[in-house]
């Protein structure tokens, strides 16, 4: 059984920053790529950003990169996402999820286990 548990979410303000966390348990997980997404009030889930096994290849959505970086903790079986200038467009329920796959793919439906997600609101 694999769980996944994110933390870190929560209300900052425009231009600030915020980092994400996900604890992963079972699983093999230095083999597994994981992902960021998240779904922002009346609109659908959308990809963010994500890593592969080893954490050598990371990829982004154009509207974070340069200001989202996504890092993992193999040693710890945890992945992050580092939020920087953050502006409303961004808040949204943010989720993570593994992929049993080496590498990190797009597509939602590519991954099998899915974390509950953490709220990020961002005030103008």
């Known amino acids: 059984q694999v769980v996944l548990v994110e933390s870190g979410g929560g209300l900052v303000q425009a231009g600030g920053s915020l980092r994400l966390s996900c604890a992963v348990s079972g699983g093999t997980f230095s083999s597994c790529a994981m992902g960021w997404f998240r779904q922002a009030p009346g609109k659908e889930r959308e990809f963010v950003s994500h890593i592969s096994g080893t954490g050598g290849s990371t990829y982004y959505v154009n509207s974070v990169k340069g200001r989202f970086t996504i890092s993992r903790d193999n040693a710890k079986n945890m992945v992050y996402l580092q939020m920087n200038s953050l502006n409303p467009e961004d808040t949204a329920v943010y989720y993570c999820?593994?992929?049993?796959?080496?590498?990190?793919?797009?597509?939602?439906?590519?991954?099998?286990?899915w974390g509950q997600g953490t709220q990020v609101t961002v005030s103008s």
């Open positions: 999820a593994l992929r049993l796959g080496f590498w990190g793919v797009v597509s939602e439906s590519d991954y099998t286990y």
